[in-house]
């Protein structure tokens, strides 16, 4: 508020439609196996490293330029809680860049074609299906 600056998605609870709408936002994946929330750290990588950073918030300036991965339009980003390692299933698309959350959350995509369709996107819209491309 008052302009939208993300699409958040991904919470399993929305997937019910009976589910409170002040209840999302609050789910996380449930391990089928046990039914317990699984959660994924927090993952950086800086440009010219072979390794990722896991775990460590990044907020030097001169690290923060060479994040690999930036929030710009279109970026896909872990959504995460207070903790660190509280991310799960839910994530947000940046709809602008937004690079006072670089270095505090995982970006780990972009969308690639439809940018204009992130436009339209109103609240309460819901995400029917996507196609992931991964590069090998």
Known sequence: QPVPFVIQGGDPLSKNEETPKSS??????LDPNTGNARFIPLEMKLKGSSQYRYNQ????????SDLELTHRRGSI??????EIESGSAQFYIALKSLPELDGRYTVFGRVVSG??????????DRIIRTLVLTRN
């Open 57 to 64: 918030l990044i907020l030097n300036p001169i690290e923060l």
């Open 24 to 29: 999302y936002g609050k789910g996380n994946f």
């Open 77 to 82: 980003a872990m959504l995460r809680g207070q």
């Open 115 to 124: 940018l204009n369709v992130l436009d339209s996107i109103k609240e309460g």
